[in-house]
Structure formats: structure tokens, C-alpha cells
């Protein structure tokens, strides 16, 4: 299987910071890639597709990047209902692999 | 609105089984793959299977591989998870995810998820 690595694994910030999230991929998955949002007790939330394409209806605050092995998750200026858990996922293969997730606290 | 609906968690004694549901509205079901997530108390997100649109491919998570039964009726319009054998490691809350389109895509929608105890 395809190991999905973020980092950190926790982030604190203030709102209005710019924050980046990194997803690395145990190999080449192309930009078969895609990040949720969780906030606690609630379903997953979709936000990127194809690493970079942005779901309708989600704020243009949020970024994504990268192909290959390595891909980025920006906010680009946080506002309060941003603090949750990022997981990114690859599908590039039907064994598809979430990431451990990303807390994103208050500092 | 594009909904998904789950049921038939609950609690379990080790060695039972189940059978999950899902429920979709707001969209046409036959159109779409369809996954299975599940997600254990306090861990993260865990792939569990995936149906294609036609229902004839299906695949499960190796470490589930054997216990597991996914399913659809177009008729009904939903979508099933038989689990055998239950483990207490399979405790998690399981959510129905639908595919953006066919089998190799991410998942733009997803239900509010059933939970399932597994205990003695």
C-alpha cells in the first residue's frame, strides 16, 4: 500500500496566519490527491481534488499543490471556522490511503 | 440536497456480524462509486471498500479482507456493508462516502456516519 505522511502532525496559529500543510507520498501517485476537513464529531468534509482543483463552494482561502510525492494544503489567511483536522488521501490506487491527519489548533 | 443517510450500527459481541446501510438522496445512485470509510474512536480516517457504479468491481482493505461483503441494490437505491466476524478492533464510526464520479476519484460527499461497538 501507499503510505500517506503529513506534517506536523499538529499546528497552532491566530487567525488571520497564512499555514501550510505537507503530504508526502511513499511513491509516485501523479496528483491523484485529495484533503478534507474534519471538525470533531462531524463527517469529513471534501475541499481538493486532484491536488490542486478547488470543490465548489469552498473558500478561495484554500490552496492546494504539488505532483508526484509531495503536496502542499494552504490557508491563506485562517479564519475561525478553519480549526479542524486536515487528512489528504491518495487514489491513485484502489487501495486508496488517508494520511494520519493534521490538528489545526487556536494559538 | 445531496445526502447520505447510514444505519445499522450498534453494539456487537465478538464474533457477530453486521449489516450497514446507506441511504443516498439528491442524487442518481447508479451513476456513482461508492466507498465505505471508517474512522476508530479518537484515530484517523480508514478506507474500508469501494463499489463500482454497475456494482459488478469491488474492493476491500487487505486487513479486512474476507470478513467483508459490499453491496448495492439499484432498485432500492442503496448501499450495504456486511461485516462477519467482528472484531473489537472494528469499533469505529463507519461512514458512506459518494465518488465524484467513477471508482479511481475522491469522495464529495459523505453521510454522518453509524457507529459500531464491538464488545462483550
Known amino acids: 500500500d501507499i503510505q500517506m505522511t503529513q506534517s506536523p502532525s499538529t499546528l497552532s496559529a491566530s487567525i488571520g496566519d497564512r499555514v501550510t500543510i505537507t503530504c508526502r507520498a511513499s511513491?509516485?501517485?501523479?496528483?491523484?490527491l485529495a484533503w478534507y476537513q474534519q471538525k470533531a464529531g462531524k463527517a469529513p468534509k471534501f475541499l481538493i481534488y486532484k491536488a490542486s482543483s478547488l470543490e465548489s463552494a469552498v473558500p478561495s482561502r484554500f490552496s492546494g499543490s504539488g505532483s508526484g510525492t509531495e503536496f502542499t494544503l494552504t490557508i491563506s489567511s485562517l479564519q475561525p471556522d478553519d480549526f479542524a483536522t486536515y487528512y489528504c488521501q491518495q487514489y491513485s490506487t484502489y487501495s486508496r490511503t488517508f494520511g494520519q491527519g493534521t490538528k489545526l489548533e487556536i494559538k | 440536497e445531496v445526502q447520505l443517510l447510514e444505519s445499522g450500527g450498534g453494539l456487537v459481541q465478538p464474533g457477530g456480524s453486521l449489516r450497514l446501510s446507506c441511504a443516498p438522496s439528491?442524487?442518481?445512485?447508479?451513476?456513482?462509486?461508492m466507498s465505505w470509510v471508517r474512522q476508530a474512536p479518537g484515530k484517523g480516517l480508514e478506507w474500508v471498500s469501494t463499489i463500482s457504479a454497475s456494482g459488478y468491481s469491488t474492493y476491500y482493505a487487505d486487513s479486512l479482507k474476507g470478513r467483508l461483503t459490499i453491496s448495492r441494490d439499484k432498485s432500492k437505491s442503496t448501499l450495504y456493508l456486511q461485516i462477519n466476524s467482528l472484531r473489537v478492533e472494528d469499533t469505529a464510526v463507519y461512514y458512506c462516502?459518494?465518488?465524484?464520479?467513477?471508482?479511481?476519484?475522491?469522495?464529495?460527499?459523505w453521510g454522518q456516519g453509524t457507529m459500531v461497538t464491538v464488545s462483550s
Open positions: 511513491q509516485n501517485i501523479s496528483t491523484w
Open positions: 462516502a459518494k465518488h465524484r464520479s467513477a471508482v479511481y476519484d475522491a469522495f464529495d460527499i
Open positions: 439528491g442524487f442518481d445512485f447508479n451513476n456513482y462509486a
